[in-house]
Structure formats: C-alpha cells, structure tokens
C-alpha cells in the first residue's frame, strides 16, 4: 500500500538530511560531536526529517528496503521529538555516524529503481 505521500520526495528527504548529517559531523569524534551543541541540534533535527520521511513512506518503505529497522527509525522520531529531554547522545551520535549511511545508500538505490520504474511506464 502506497503512502499519500510520493514515495520519491520521502526518499529524496532521506537522502538530503543523510548528506547535511554528514557534512556537519565530517572531521568530528563522539566527544567532539557532544560538547558542539549547534552541531548536536543540527544532527538532531535532521534526524528528525529522515524519521519524518521514513514515517510518510508508510508500510512502502519496508517493501522498496526491507533491510532497514523501519519500526526503530520512526521510534527515534518520536523519541526526537517527544522525548527530546531524554535522548541519548550516544544513540544520536551512533545513528548519525554508522548507522544512517547505509540507510542513505538504500534510499538512493531505492530512488533510482523507482525513477527508472516510473520512465518505463511513464
């Protein structure tokens, strides 16, 4: 089942907010990371867009990437955004620098595989 949302724009907001993450963390260890709070909030918020984005794919995304923890990225959005006072640097810092690309890389193959879809057809 399709989300309301274009499966394209969620996948390119992925993308995007993985390559802004990248380039504020470039250079950076975890300590470095943590004592930067304008770093930290930037890293944070666009996590918040990649979750966001993961949310809109709806039950699509597992299909076009199975291979990713679906359940727990937008469990980190919801974290990020309603438990904000909690949230664990480590798993910020985690996320950001291992975790997310692989999940950049699987957008952008995903991104590709359904542009090429919709040329064939369209």
């Known amino acids: 089942m399709l989300s309301k949302h274009d499966p394209a724009d969620s996948?390119?907001?992925?993308i995007e907010n993985a390559e802004r993450i990248e380039g504020?963390?470039?250079?950076l260890d975890q300590n470095s990371f943590e004592r930067n709070g304008l770093v930290r909030d930037a890293v944070e918020r666009c996590l918040e867009r990649?979750?966001?984005a993961a949310h809109c794919l709806g039950k699509y995304a597992a299909e076009i990437i199975p291979d990713q923890p679906w359940?727990?990225?937008?469990?980190?959005?919801n974290q990020l955004r309603h438990g904000y006072e909690r949230v664990s640097l480590d798993i910020v810092w985690n996320t950001a620098a291992n975790r997310l690309p692989s999940l950049?890389?699987?957008a952008r193959r995903a991104l590709e595989r359904l542009r090429a879809e919709n040329s064939d057809t369209g």
């Open 104 to 106: 950049e890389a699987d």
């Open 71 to 77: 359940g727990e990225i937008r469990g980190m959005g």
């Open 50 to 52: 990649v979750c966001e």
């Open 11 to 14: 996948l390119a907001d992925i």
């Open 24 to 27: 504020y963390i470039i250079g």
